[in-house]
């Protein structure tokens, strides 16, 4: 979730700084208005030099703009160079009984891509069928490995009830 960022402590400050933002109508809010809280949201934790992974390509540029070198780790860097037509025919193989939009393909695609993502999709934009061919992708990838699983987390039990139903009407047998 974290990617660690060893620098300079005046390098923090400018890194904390640029990773800064203001919440809209922060001025209304209670702990603002007890002085508990500036009304900023820091992204970068400068006691544990830390900022969220998905954040890496921001910090990339930063660095490049500023003239910094930057060291990175192996995994830091992702990219899968998965073939979008193929990530689409796989889509559409699913046994679903509707053509798959494009934005499902290219959100799929998007996830499969860099092994990590932020979704944000309106209502009935098929959200469950991208999870639904996310989970399918991986349980084929990890079919080999004995007691491997995937565990989708929901926050709600109606969403959990929701998920069962749309995995069934897909076609997965969601007795196992």
């Not at 209670?30 to 006691?47: E, H, T």
């Not at 932020?118 to 084929?140: C, D, E, N, Q």
């Amino acid at each position: 979730v974290y990617l660690t960022v060893e620098c300079d402590p005046n390098v923090q400050r400018e890194i904390s700084e640029f990773f800064t933002f203001y919440v809209p109508g922060y001025k209304f809010m209670p702990a603002f208005r007890n002085r508990m809280w500036d009304g900023k949201i820091r992204l970068f934790s400068q006691k544990y030099k830390e900022i969220y992974f998905g954040l890496f390509p921001y910090i990339k540029s930063f660095a490049e703009e500023r003239g910094y070198n930057i060291v990175c780790g192996e995994d830091v860097e992702i990219d899968n160079k998965v073939d979008k037509t193929i990530v689409e025919k796989f889509a559409n193989s699913l046994g679903q009984s509707f053509k798959v939009r494009d934005y499902q393909v290219d959100a799929i695609h998007h996830s499969l891509r860099f092994n990590r993502t932020l979704l944000l999709s309106p209502t009935a934009s098929g959200k469950s069928f991208i999870i639904y061919a996310l989970i399918r992708y991986y349980t084929h990838l990890l079919k080999d490995e004995p007691k491997s699983r995937c565990l989708l987390i929901v926050p709600t039990t109606s969403l959990v009830e929701q998920m069962y139903t749309d995995f069934k009407s897909y076609g997965w047998n969601v007795e196992n």
